[in-house]
């Protein structure tokens, strides 16, 4: 493949990164815009199978329909240079939040600016929790299994495991129902080509084998290898986005080394505190591109005690870890998706995850809220309780932008 003949098409990727803003959503209409009605890179129908396609898989699903049209133009090789000229503008400025947050963290500018971004991430949590209930809460077995779901999230918020097997248990619950899309019979199969699927399922266990080895052992910077299982095992389960990327680091560096238990059992355990948390998931709202750049923030705040070269190795094992699962798995399933999607299974399953996502969601807007202390009802807490209801409200009934909502808390802290 000669790839000068595709820079016109990674220039336009280039310039879409740096202008993508509204997350999945919006970012669908853009691409819309910029790809299908401007430069006729592919059909509209092609459009809606790709976006059909991608959220049927774990992952980045804005990234991995950039990647798609990747593809589609020019193969493989273009596809991991316009997923690169996609992620990195992002995950360059959520890594470089990452270190003035740790310089300037005992700041009183720090103090004062980001104060009102917390309780603004935590309205941004309870709208995606109501968009996704209106999306994809329907019928009676769906709330059933949402209503499960939050109870269960809820309760053991602290144990391992729990998110992927309430995945499971949602697409297993919504395939016993004969009522839906019938199956359809003569399906000519395809070749399957194993070689991403191996790739992503050897990964998965060496970085597991790796990370419980440097824990068991103690090895010298362990948290590394803890930090890559962590976001390979994020970006290989989460089903539905950035906003369900929050309540898995909130269990996994929040609430689970909180917990004694864990403390007694791993005490070098990887902890960040809830604040950071939540700025760097309220400030990815305010720059272009994937939600999913929060990984890069995060990994710089888990190795920010181990000096800044560590750092620097956090915000980049951050930015791969949460994104090469979105592409290997991508770059598997796409070649047989048009022998895949006639099975009814498919759809079944997705159904009952969806309803699990959104369960997932609110438990995790209530474990914020929670964590305020609602009952003292301070000016302090009335405060933030009228700063996630007002972001809830601009986001459901306004046509204010994401960005914008950031720029006003950001003003706001930093002037009163």
């Avoid at 990195?88 to 103090?111: D, I, K």
């Amino acid at each position: 493949m000669i790839l000068t003949r595709h820079i016109p098409f990674l220039k336009d990727v280039f310039f879409y990164s740096l202008t993508a803003f509204g997350g999945p959503q919006g970012h669908l209409g853009m691409i819309d815009k910029t790809f299908v009605q401007k430069k006729h890179y592919l059909s509209s129908e092609e459009l809606i199978d790709y976006y059909s396609f991608c959220q049927l898989l774990p992952g980045a699903s804005s990234t991995q329909l950039i990647g798609l049209i990747g593809y589609k133009r020019g193969g493989f090789l273009l596809s991991i240079l316009t997923l690169l000229i996609w992620i990195l503008p992002a995950c360059f400025l959520m890594g470089l939040l990452s270190f003035l947050l740790v310089h300037f963290q005992h700041h009183e500018l720090y103090q004062n600016i980001f104060k009102y971004i917390q309780p603004m991430a935590i309205g941004f949590l309870v709208f995606s929790g109501f968009r996704s209930f209106n999306v994809s809460v329907k019928n009676t077995i769906t709330q059933i299994i949402m209503l499960l779901s939050l109870i269960v999230t809820y309760l053991f918020f602290k144990t391992p495991w729990i998110f992927p097997l309430l995945i499971l248990m949602g697409g297993v619950i919504t395939n016993f129902s004969s009522k839906r899309i019938p199956e359809k019979e003569h399906i000519k199969p395809r070749q399957i080509k194993w070689t991403n699927i191996l790739l992503f399922l050897l990964i998965f266990s060496i970085a597991g084998f790796l990370s419980e080895s440097a824990r068991k052992n103690n090895w010298e910077h362990r948290k590394a290898y803890n930090l890559f299982e962590n976001f390979y095992r994020f970006g290989s389960v989460v089903f539905g986005g950035g906003d369900v990327l929050l309540p898995l680091m909130l269990d996994q560096y929040v609430a689970r080394p909180s917990d004694s238990r864990t403390q007694l059992k791993n005490p070098n355990v990887i902890k960040i505190e809830k604040s950071d948390l939540l700025t760097g998931y309220g400030m990815v709202r305010a720059i272009p591109g994937p939600v999913f750049s929060v990984g890069a923030f995060v990994g710089g705040m888990a190795l920010s005690q181990e000096g800044k070269m560590m750092q620097l190795i956090g915000c980049l094992i951050g930015m791969i870890a949460i994104f090469l699962p979105s592409a290997l798995l991508l770059f598997f399933f796409f070649p047989v998706w048009q022998y895949l999607k006639k099975f009814v299974l498919v759809y079944r399953a997705l159904e009952g995850i969806n309803a699990v996502i959104v369960g997932v969601i609110w438990a995790a807007a209530l474990y914020l809220l929670h964590g305020l202390n609602l009952f003292s009802l301070n000016n302090e807490i009335i405060i933030n309780l009228f700063i996630i209801l007002s972001t809830f409200l601009l986001l459901q009934y306004t046509k204010i932008q994401a960005p914008f909502i950031v720029l006003i808390c950001l003003f706001f802290g930093f002037f009163f």
